[in-house]
């Protein structure tokens, strides 16, 4: 498997394009496969991969992409008390969002 740190790249980046109700009646799925297509025929495809996701809660602007850094990614998360685990931790690192 070609990696991304292979082609001078520190990390591959994860594009999340949302296929929910309303960005699929927008495009959503149009998107997915246009990137996909653009992503690969170029070098960027080792540096980025696109994956369909559900709502990610901003449908009147949609269609809607969340891009996330692959060292986000955590493996083997297996059982409840892994999922507990990482909900806690999500829910001790998330900070208030305030306005500027
Ligand atoms: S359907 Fe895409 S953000 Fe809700």
Do not use: K, Y
């Not at 559900?54 to 949609?62: F, Q």
């Amino acid at each position: 498997m070609t990696h991304a740190a292979d082609h001078g790249l520190d990390e591959r980046s994860l594009v999340f394009v949302c296929q929910g109700p309303s960005c699929g009646e927008r495009g959503g799925r149009q998107l997915a496969q246009w990137l996909r297509s653009w992503i690969g025929g170029c070098e960027a495809r080792f540096g980025l991969r696109v994956c369909e996701t559900t709502c990610l809660d901003h449908c009147p602007t949609g269609p809607n992409v969340a891009v996330q850094e692959e060292s986000g990614v955590r493996t083997g998360v297996v059982g409840e008390a892994a999922a507990r685990a990482l909900f806690a931790e999500l829910h001790e690192a998330r900070r208030p969002v305030t306005g500027s």
